[in-house]
């Protein structure tokens, strides 16, 4: 019997160069992106333009462009199979996020709980481009006619408004966007901040023993997993009241891929000492090989050069003819 080739499911996502990639990153998104490559159609980014919703200093940013680019393909971004370029050099983002703009409202964007929290951090910069943030997002992804899109759970509801925002305008406008779905990892979906375990590890914190980054030496991350939060029970499992020791099992979980019934049966009757230990190398193995990668890539700006360059022509051509099938329908004149 014949077989008819399938076409492979459309996936994008992005990550923001707002900082030094961490742990959380690595586990929530990154780790899922490169398995993802096998089986799917994958377009990925540097979500520089939704870096400035929060102020940057311009040596850092550009200095963090190139880590984050150096450093996904340390991860196995693989150019072969994917697409991996920076948002801002594929103008159709943001001249879609303008168009959207125009279809996403008011109360929407005040309920985004990224918003909330960031401005509440920012209180001095609460701009309209953290506000609207959410619409440069959907354009990044219904740009593409992306079927999913892989994140973690901190972004479930930016994309929720995505869909509404897609079956908004084609409600008008009749078939335009395909409608994504998130594609949202068990394991790893929320790593919390290791010294405040109600927090998400986030790469803009200002105290960086919240974090592990990727690019942390060995001995820097054993450190930091020694001063992680804990509680006072000193017995490993998962519970409820147990913050520190749910997110440190969740950590090591996703790097050994045991179970957290293996993980208390392997530390029953250790105390938290030897948990963070085992943590702390579990998770210094992980990166070793993707470190030593980023190093040979940061080294060649040329290269780097040629892979963004490559990979932004393109989607370059993909994204222009969504963006020209959305302003005929709006009734714009096509240049
Ligand atoms: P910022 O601190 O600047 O907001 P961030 O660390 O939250 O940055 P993003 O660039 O917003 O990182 O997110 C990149 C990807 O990593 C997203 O898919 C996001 O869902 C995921 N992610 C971010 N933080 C975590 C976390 N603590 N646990 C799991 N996934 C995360
Ligand atoms: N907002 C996301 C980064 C991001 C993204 C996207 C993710 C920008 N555009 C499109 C998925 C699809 C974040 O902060 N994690």
């Known amino acids: 019997m014949e077989q008819t080739q399938e076409k ?27 398995k993802l490559q096998d089986d799917f159609n ?44 920076i948002q801002s050099h594929v103008s159709t983002h943001a001249e879609l996020a303008w168009v959207l703009n125009c279809y996403t409202q008011f109360g929407e964007l005040s309920r985004m709980t990224q918003f ?4 509440a951090k920012h209180a001095d910069n609460i701009n309209a481009g953290l506000f609207a943030y959410p619409s440069l997002m959907a354009a990044d992804i219904l740009l593409y006619q992306a079927d999913l899109v892989p994140v973690g759970a901190d972004q479930k509801q930016h994309l929720e408004l995505t869909r509404n925002i897609a079956e908004r305008f084609n409600g008008i406008y009749g078939n335009v966007f395909k409608v994504p779905d998130g594609y949202i ?49 000193a017995c490993v499992r998962y519970g409820e009241g147990k913050d520190g020791i749910n997110n440190l099992m969740g950590i090591y ?14 530390f029953d009757g250790k105390g938290y000492g030897d948990f963070k230990t085992a943590v702390g190398e579990a998770v210094v ?3 070793r090989p993707i470190q030593e990668r980023f190093n040979q890539f940061i080294k ?33 004149v096509l240049k």
Request: hydrophobic fraction near 40%.
């Open 8 to 34: 492979k499911k459309v996936i994008f996502s992005a990550i923001q160069p707002t900082g030094t990639i961490t742990l959380g990153n690595y586990l929530g998104a990154l780790k899922n992106w490169i």
């Open 42 to 85: 994958c377009i990925y980014a540097l979500a520089d333009l939704h870096a400035i919703t929060v102020r940057q200093d311009p040596a850092k940013f550009r200095a963090h462009i190139y880590e984050a680019y150096a450093l996904l393909l340390a991860c196995g971004v693989d150019l072969e199979k994917s697409l991996f370029f």
């Open 116 to 119: 909330k929290d960031k401005s």
């Open 185 to 233: 990892p068990k394991a790893g979906a929320r790593i919390m901040s290791l010294q405040d375990s109600t927090r998400k590890m986030s790469k803009s914190d200002e105290n960086a023993n919240a974090y592990v980054a990727v690019l942390d030496k060995p001995e820097v991350i054993m450190k930091k997993f020694k001063r992680a939060v804990t509680d006072s029970e």
């Open 253 to 266: 979980s996703s790097v050994t891929g045991k179970t957290y019934d293996e993980i208390e049966k392997e």
């Open 285 to 287: 193995e992980e990166l």
């Open 300 to 332: 060649d700006k040329a290269y780097l050069k040629e892979c963004y360059d490559k990979s932004a022509d393109i989607a370059r051509k993909i994204s222009q003819r969504t963006l020209d099938k959305a302003m005929k329908k709006i009734g714009f």
